[in-house]
């Protein structure tokens, strides 16, 4: 029950939006279960008005006073009642059948049964109906989560973890609202009501039956148990193998290489291993279900047969009791199976809540500040910052004037691209702050802030759709002409009408069908078409060969005319054309000055140009 508990509670937000059908889908279960019980009962009639010592010949009940008895007096007024309309519809033991008793004999247990079947239907759609629109509400309320989560969430994740919060434990619980709720309402409320009418036809046999029963309950919850913590095992190994899954396949290329097939098909062929063994036992123990029911159910059986049989019943008493305890079985085997199947939910669901309870360590301001068109500076006053207990920046002071192109330059590990993430907000300093025009970035809504930014980096993303979308990501308000007028920007225009569907042309799967150089201008287009006043490069050059380098490069120079630029080089030839270069090292601004300068000083940069072969007097692109 606690795992029932703990997957209502959880769902309960959800189930709320669609209270109308969901109240519907529990109101038709209840009368899912009454039309059980009305084919109980009709049996129990017609095998009374066989047998020919009429039950209907017993005597009337005395009202002693009490509750109850009043209720089997009213109930008993009921039942005479309607066996006067009922009586010519139905045959009767010693009298002549006509077509009336005829007729309603034919039509009872099948209209019984389609008011059963068609009750359960609906039902099962009402709630099948709201646990889709759960699951997909879930879906999208998870992966906005994650969407709003800080970058250093992501660090510290693996895909094939994130993506399995998404779709894996999600459908544990749809499967759950989708087949267990509607077995939690009908199959209980109908043991409930075939129980009532076996208690009011025998209640000595019906209390056996109930002082008996629950002993199945004991090896059940064990086995549920198993299943739990089964579950728990095969969730943390597919993830393993997910995420395994996902890095053989995006570097295909370096397994290749490094001739790696063998080591990562044994690495994903282990995590193979771990899911049978789990599975396996998850198997072992749902399936045990129905034998210990059934056994425990034949030792019931057989024992009510002895008792029965002593008590000198009448063999129709006989026959519709025991059809009734046969009613009762399928129920209670489903009851049973919910229970396997909330104990495996129940880790999906503790999944879900965690990611659902996490914050995200960059915050929304509480009470924003109007964002205007960046005009004066950018500015970072005495940041600090570290990842983890690595500290990466140290009281670091810098001041870029509108318009102003910046070059950073250092070694790896120096702070570069961690001054980026900065001015993106996609982190927050530990100490010290980062202003745009005299304005604290965390003032700021970060839609707001990033609308005044262009990113191009190393790694250019690109989306499984056509050109035009690629492109109009940098604004999605985009019309076709400015998209177009983007593509020329970058010079991607031409290789664009090239292709045979032009802008609609599809992008597949990370951008594989284009060139290193052709990815870029595309993300330099969208750099363009989003038209900001600040411009944030990333290495944007370091993975191309100098022929694509060259071309992306006349692109970049376009695109950084009239704009505040921050390039972050690796290539320190590509800094040339920046107004100024600051070099870092251990997070701490060691120089500062214009490139030629830089080289004629003979300090840090000059170090690392040598290494490059760039020269004082000879401060050419390579």
């Given at each position: 029950?606690?795992?029932l508990r703990?997957i ?8 709320r ?5 969901f ?9 899912f ?13 017609v ?8 039950k209907?010949s017993?005597?009337?009940?005395t ?5 109850a008895?009043r ?16 009586d ?17 004999l034919l039509l009872?247990f099948p209209?019984?049964?389609a008011f ?25 309320d998870v992966l ?10 992501f660090?510290q994740?693996t ?8 779709q894996?434990d999600?459908?544990y ?8 709720l509607s077995?939690l ?5 109908t043991v409930l009501?075939l129980?009532a009418i ?15 029963a ?10 549920g148990r ?5 579950t ?6 597919k ?5 395994l899954?996902l890095d053989m396949?995006s ?23 771990d899911?049978?063994?789990?599975g396996?036992?998850?198997v072992?123990?749902r399936e ?9 159910a034949?030792l019931l059986?057989g024992?009510l047969?002895?008792l029965?049989?002593?008590?000198g019943?009448?063999?129709?008493e ?9 009613a ?5 085997k489903?009851?049973?199976g919910l ?6 939910s129940?880790?999906?669901v503790?999944r ?12 929304e301001p ?18 600090s910052?570290?990842y983890?207990d690595?500290?990466v920046l ?9 318009g ?13 691209s ?7 907000r ?7 702050t980062v ?9 700021l809504?970060?839609i707001?802030l990033?609308?005044q930014?262009?990113?191009v980096s190393?790694?250019v ?26 593509a020329?920007a ?7 009408m090239?292709?045979p569907?032009?802008?609609?042309t599809?992008v597949s799967?990370?951008g ?5 150089g052709q990815r ?17 490069l ?10 694509s ?6 692109s970049i120079d ?8 921050v ?5 320190l030839?590509?800094?040339?054309g ?7 090292e251990?997070g701490?601004v ?11 000083r ?6 690392m140009?040598?290494?490059q ?10």
């Amino acid at each position: 029950m606690s795992n029932l508990r703990e997957i209502l509670h959880f769902g309960w937000p959800y189930i709320r939006k669609h209270k109308s059908r969901f109240i519907a889908g529990i109101l038709l279960g209840l009368l899912f279960s009454v039309a059980n019980g009305l084919i109980l009962k009709s049996a129990s009639v017609v095998m009374d008005r066989l047998d020919p010592v009429a039950k209907g010949s017993a005597p009337a009940l005395t009202d002693d006073g009490t509750l109850a008895m009043r209720a089997r007096i009213a109930f008993q007024n009921f039942g005479m009642e309607l066996s006067r309309i009922t009586d010519p519809w139905l045959p009767l033991s010693g009298r002549a059948i006509d077509w009336k008793q005829a007729l309603g004999l034919l039509l009872l247990f099948p209209l019984a049964i389609a008011f059963r079947g068609y009750v359960g239907y609906l039902s099962s759609y009402c709630l099948g109906w709201v646990s889709e629109r759960i699951h997909n509400e879930l879906q999208v309320d998870v992966l906005k989560k994650l969407q709003s989560l800080s970058l250093d969430y992501f660090n510290q994740s693996t895909l094939g973890d994130l993506s399995a919060r998404v779709q894996s434990d999600t459908s544990y619980l749809h499967r759950t609202l989708n087949l267990g709720l509607s077995d939690l309402i009908k199959e209980p409320s109908t043991v409930l009501v075939l129980l009532a009418i076996l208690m009011w036809d025998d209640w000595k046999m019906t209390l056996i039956v109930l002082v008996l029963a629950p002993l199945c309950a004991i090896p059940v919850a064990k086995l549920g148990r198993k299943v739990r913590r089964s579950t728990a095992s095969t969730i943390k190994s597919k993830v393993a193998q997910s995420s395994l899954l996902l890095d053989m396949l995006s570097g295909v290329r370096v397994v290749k290489a490094f001739g790696l097939e063998n080591r990562q098909l044994e690495r994903f062929s282990s995590h193979a291993q771990d899911l049978i063994r789990h599975g396996v036992k998850s198997v072992q123990a749902r399936e045990l279900v129905n034998p210990v029911i059934e056994t425990c159910a034949a030792l019931l059986f057989g024992g009510l047969l002895i008792l029965l049989f002593q008590s000198g019943r009448r063999p129709g008493e006989i026959i519709v009791f025991l059809g009734g305890l046969a009613a009762i079985y399928t129920p209670l085997k489903k009851i049973a199976g919910l229970h396997i199947l909330f104990e495996q939910s129940s880790a999906g669901v503790r999944r879900l809540s965690q990611i659902l309870r996490q914050e995200p360590t960059v915050k929304e301001p509480s009470a924003p500040a109007a964002i205007t068109p960046f005009r004066k500076e950018i500015r970072f006053e005495n940041v600090s910052f570290g990842y983890g207990d690595t500290q990466v920046l140290t009281d670091l002071n810098l001041r870029i004037p509108a318009g102003q192109k910046l070059g950073i330059a250092g070694e790896s590990g120096s702070g570069k691209s961690t001054l980026l993430n900065l001015l993106f907000r996609f982190y927050d300093p530990t100490r010290g702050t980062v202003s745009l025009d005299g304005v604290d970035v965390r003032a700021l809504l970060t839609i707001d802030l990033r609308s005044q930014m262009a990113l191009v980096s190393q790694e250019v993303v690109l989306f499984n759709q056509d050109i035009r979308s690629n492109i109009a990501c940098g604004r999605l308000d985009a019309t076709p002409q400015d998209i177009e007028l983007a593509a020329r920007a970058a010079f991607a225009h031409d290789f664009i009408m090239a292709l045979p569907s032009g802008y609609q042309t599809e992008v597949s799967e990370r951008g594989m069908n284009f060139s290193g150089g052709q990815r870029q201008r595309l993300a330099i287009a969208r750099a363009f078409v989003r038209n900001a006043p600040i411009l944030a490069l990333d290495e944007a050059t370091a993975s191309l060969d100098s022929e694509s380098e060259s071309e992306v490069q006349k692109s970049i120079d376009a695109l950084s005319e009239h704009r505040t630029v921050v390039c972050v080089a690796h290539r320190l030839a590509t800094l040339a054309g920046m107004d100024r270069i600051i070099v870092l090292e251990k997070g701490r601004v060691v120089e500062d000055g214009g490139f030629d300068e830089l080289l004629r000083r003979g300090g840090r940069f000059a170090d690392m140009a040598r290494k490059q072969g760039i020269f004082a007097g000879a401060a050419q692109r390579s």
